[in-house]
């Protein structure tokens, strides 16, 4: 698997998670992922 695309499919782990995620320490995190991703 090419670099883009794990860090594409990570992103939408993270987008997915941010959206369903019951807590705000889950939406921290995903929000962290999408971070690093975006660098």
Partial sequence: ???F???DEL???AEN???YA????D???Y?????????
């Avoid at 019951?22 to 320490?25: E, L, N, S, V």
């Avoid at 929000?31 to 660098?39: A, D, P, Q, S």
């Fill in 1 to 3: 698997m090419e670099l």
């Fill in 5 to 7: 695309e794990l860090l």
């Fill in 11 to 13: 992103r939408i782990l």
């Fill in 17 to 19: 998670g941010r959206h």
């Fill in 22 to 25: 019951d807590d705000p320490y």
């Fill in 27 to 29: 939406e921290e995190r």
């Fill in 31 to 39: 929000e962290r992922v999408l971070e690093l991703v975006g660098e």
